[in-house]
């Protein structure tokens, strides 16, 4: 088992030794996925395992018609958003209703060159402080890059809902970016 071709087809065959080494060496960036979604490290633990069971189930599926990874990625955020979705913790406001208790919706009066000067760390710690409803519908589109259309149908939102909560978690982001005193 020299290249990923060969370790895949000596998956799609049984093969644990080839599972094994598909799961130490895409692992750690898969983790990095469930983290973006959950709420803490051992959620997102279990759901690595959990979508590496689909991964492995599913192998056979695997048509090499794109890139190994990205297949496996898109497995690891299905496996992720079924979980949230059972879970029913989410609740999805539509666009009639208020972002936040006490928020205010202010003028962007920042130029493009304060936003450039934020730091990345900052960024990444806000997004993971993001109302749940928010931050999935943030990653999928920002990260994961799926549209409003793919979104709405896989929580089973509207379309207007997906862009109304990507439009508030970017205000609540930008919001707390430029509080005073941080």
Not at 29 to 57: M, P, Q, S
Not at 60 to 70: L, P, S, V
Not at 125 to 131: A, C, G, Y
Request: glycine share 4%; net charge neutral.
């Amino acid at each position: 088992m020299e290249n990923l071709e060969q370790i895949i087809v000596q998956c799609q065959k049984g093969n644990r030794k080839a599972f094994k080494i598909i799961y130490e060496q895409f692992a750690p960036k898969l983790f990095a996925v469930c983290l973006r979604y959950c709420k803490n490290r051992t959620e997102a633990e279990d759901l690595l395992h959990e979508g590496f069971i689909k991964i492995f189930e599913k192998i056979g599926q695997f048509k090499e018609e794109g890139a190994f990874e990205a297949w496996m990625r898109r497995v690891m955020v299905n496996t992720v958003m079924d979980y949230l979705r059972n879970k029913q913790k989410i609740v999805f406001v539509d666009e009639r209703e208020e972002f936040l208790n006490n928020y205010e919706d202010k003028d962007d009066d920042k130029s493009d060159d304060e936003i450039a000067e934020v730091d990345i760390n900052k960024v990444n710690e806000l997004i993971n402080k993001l109302p749940e409803k928010y931050k999935l519908v943030f990653n999928l589109y920002v990260v994961e890059n799926y549209s409003h259309e793919k979104i709405a149908s896989a929580l089973g939102i509207s379309t207007g809902t997906s862009k109304s909560n990507l439009s508030r978690a970017r205000k609540w982001l930008k919001q707390k970016l430029f509080e005073k005193g941080t």
